[in-house]
């Protein structure tokens, strides 16, 4: 093929032997393959939380859109970031067969899950896998403190978050509360630690009483419980829980307060208490929250959010954000997707601006700092009362 040709001169055998070269793609410039990043989504986008769960989900395909039109490079490559979403239902058993099916699926992180007990349940099988895993709203204590290595979270654990409730209720008064939890890690957790803060103060605890994440019938403990006259119900688990709850409670002439953490702190709230509510009578404390600078991000982010999917943000979605986004950053600091190399970039993380504020973890993999935001009801609304970190 390359054989001169009589009549010919050297500069054209020359040229011709580059054009073939040329049209066999040995001479084009070198072009960087795309670096495919998958991360993984797990939160339950079904059953009777699916509102909150959707909620995160959201959140997470707005992430990757986001890392996607930003053209993301990591190592000298341009990342094209996959979501791999999965439903675990809310169920622990459910959550470990998602994380494995990651795990199975190579994925570079993953976020989730929204529940406490579903994302203890899954991290042993992440630790497996040398996996990170950042939650966004998991805040039982026991996530981060058996010592894996791949467990974060973006938001306050319920140690603090129940301290800053029961402080802000308590006070110096001397109140008689009724203390009842849905039986789950979560649940229980945050009851425990809220118990433990009362015990601490003039108050006193008249009853402690357990139900379970799928109860809507509460006759047997609120009958027990009104004998005690509690002017104060802290609740420990979920609004879809807690809405009937706060139906008997009317029905019953129960006249307290109730109380409870980011579970029941929901927009959803008002709705599942079929009107029920009277102005003031609940107060919630919600992991995380945005003061100072934060504020306008988070208000900049909630408006992005309702413009592009049509519904307000329930609770969690902009710390579903920021875990995608702090895990490609540290991936970028990292120069590389892969969990081994940019693992331990990811638990030296500080000073990383999210929407939802700043962003720094300790040895443990809990923020630094993290923000409590208290809220209460009013007119079927919720308003903010106060942000505590």
């Known amino acids: 093929m390359f054989r001169s040709l009589s009549g010919f001169s050297g500069t054209y055998r020359v040229a011709s ?7 066999l793609a040995l001479c084009r410039p070198a072009v960087a393959q795309d670096l495919v990043v998958k991360i ?22 707005l992430a990757i859109e986001d890392l996607n039109a930003k053209g993301v490079s990591i190592g000298g490559k341009k990342a094209k970031f996959e979501l791999l979403a999965e439903d675990d239902a809310g169920d622990p058993k459910q959550s470990t067969a998602a994380a494995q099916k990651l795990a199975d699926s190579k994925v570079n992180g993953v976020v989730g899950h929204l529940n406490s007990g579903t994302s203890v349940s899954a991290s042993k099988v992440y630790s497996d896998a040398g996996i990170p895993q950042i939650s966004a709203s998991a805040t039982a204590v026991e996530f981060t403190s058996r010592g894996l290595k791949t467990t974060f979270r973006v938001i306050a654990n319920d140690l603090h ?3 800053v409730l029961c402080r802000y209720l308590i006070g110096s008064k001397s109140r008689a509360v009724a203390i009842v939890d849905d039986g789950t890690l979560y649940g229980r957790g945050v009851a425990d630690q809220f118990e433990k803060c009362v015990k601490q103060t003039t108050s006193k605890v008249v009853g402690r009483d357990r139900s379970n994440d799928k109860a809507t019938d509460f006759g047997a403990i609120l009958s027990s419980l009104k004998s ?18 706060l139906r008997q409670m009317k029905q019953m002439g129960i006249d307290a307060q109730l109380a409870g953490g980011d579970g029941i702190c929901t927009r959803e709230l008002p709705k599942l208490a079929a009107g029920t509510m009277n102005d003031g009578q609940v107060v919630c404390a919600e992991a995380g929250g945005a003061d100072g600078e934060a504020k306008k991000s988070m208000d900049d982010f909630r408006a992005r959010f309702k413009s592009k999917f049509n519904v307000e943000v329930q609770i969690y979605a902009p710390y579903v954000y ?12 990292a120069n590389s997707a892969d969990p081994a190399k940019y693992l331990p970039v990811l638990a030296k993380t500080a000073g990383y601006k999210g929407v939802t504020g700043p962003i720094a973890f300790d040895e443990k993999g809990d923020i630094k700092n993290g923000a409590v935001t208290i ?6 609304a919720r308003e903010q009362v106060a942000v505590v970190r």
Not at 17 to 23: A, F, Q, R, T, Y
Not at 228 to 245: Q, T
């Open 17 to 23: 032997v580059l054009g073939v070269l040329c049209s």
């Open 40 to 61: 993984g989504h797990v939160g339950p986008t079904s059953g009777a939380i699916a509102h909150l769960g959707k909620d995160n989900a959201l959140g997470a395909r």
């Open 161 to 163: 978050l129940a301290t």
């Open 228 to 245: 005690k006259k509690p002017d104060l119900v802290f609740f420990g688990g979920m609004d879809a829980v807690a809405g009937p709850m």
């Open 322 to 333: 920021d875990a995608f986004n702090v895990m490609v950053d540290a991936m970028k600091r």
């Open 375 to 380: 809220y209460t009801y009013k007119g079927g």
